[in-house]
Nanobody, 122 residues
Framework: QLQLVESGGGLVQPGGSLRLSCAASGFTLDYYAVGWFRQAPGKEREGVSCISSSGLSTNYADSGKGRFTISRDNSKNTVYLQMNSLKPEDTAIYYC???????????????WGQGTQVTVSS
């Protein structure tokens, strides 16, 4: 069974940090670009960050630049999203998605995870 599983979400105070993980099973992520997306209540899903299959190319939405870092460890078949200086407006369900191409795309992905909740609140 091909699937992506996110983990690492939770409740954190403003200014805190979380590291999200996206683990693939049933296939290898080596040849897939992987993106992180989020959806807050009442809002549309938005792209957060993406990393190419090689890991040499990354991009970030303006909302996360300077605070979020995407990385991948192909030996662990996992992609990470390190989130620092979290703000209440970062509260959302975070999803990872894998695309059977080496490069990122705004929305065309082949596999999606179920999501992990991130809540930033004091």
């Amino acid at each position: 069974q091909l699937q992506l599983v996110e983990s690492g979400g939770g409740l954190v105070q403003p200014g805190g940090s979380l590291r999200l993980s996206c683990a693939a099973s049933g296939f290898t992520l080596d040849y897939y670009a992987v993106g992180w997306f989020r959806q807050a209540p009442g809002k549309e899903r938005e792209g957060v960050s993406c990393i190419s299959s090689s890991g040499l190319s990354t991009n970030y939405a303006d909302s996360g630049k300077g605070r979020f870092t995407i990385s991948r460890d192909n030996s662990k078949n996992t992609v990470y999203l390190q989130m620092n200086s979290l703000k209440p407006e970062d509260t959302a369900i975070y999803y990872c998605a894998a695309r059977g191409r080496s490069y990122c795309h705004r929305s065309q992905y082949d596999y999606w995870g179920q999501g992990t909740q991130v809540t930033v609140s004091s």
